[in-house]
């Protein structure tokens, strides 16, 4: 009789407890968004979730959505503008927050000329129905 009454109060224990829904890392729709005033050609972006040329991307033009794996905030990217290859600074994915189940822009503009260095601004456009 104790061993059952023990069985129960474990049993209730153990379905009374909440687990945290913890977000799925993805996958995650991407496009990449040309803000600036040139054509990128060889657009090559890597989130960590995969890897995908993006082609050709005319002046304030976004591409069409790829889907990652996962993506993060930042992102390794790299395009050839004219004969000349522009990159971001590279990442470590280390302790970056994955996006999530989401369809997102990634603003790629010209940080410095001078050095060839890209940055992003993320912008969430929609939340990622279905997989």
């Known amino acids: 009789m104790k061993q059952t009454l023990v069985f129960i109060l474990l049993l209730l224990i153990t379905l009374s407890c909440k687990k945290t829904k913890i977000e799925p890392e993805g996958p995650t729709d991407v496009r990449i968004y040309n803000n600036t005033?040139?054509?990128?050609?060889?657009?090559?972006?890597?989130?960590?979730?995969?890897e995908h040329n993006f082609g050709t991307i005319s002046p304030h033009v976004s591409s069409d959505y790829y889907r990652f794996d996962k993506?993060?905030?930042?992102?390794?990217?790299?395009?050839?503008?004219?004969?000349?290859t522009y990159s971001a600074v590279k990442q470590d994915y280390s302790y970056q927050t994955y996006m999530g189940l989401v369809k997102c822009t990634y603003k790629v503009f010209i940080s410095d000329p001078v050095t060839h260095t890209l940055d992003v601004e993320v912008l969430y456009d929609a939340p990622l129905t279905g997989k």
């Open 37 to 50: 005033d040139s054509v990128f050609t060889n657009v090559l972006v890597n989130t960590s979730g995969g």
């Open 71 to 84: 993506a993060y905030q930042k992102i390794d990217i790299s395009l050839t503008i004219r004969t000349t």
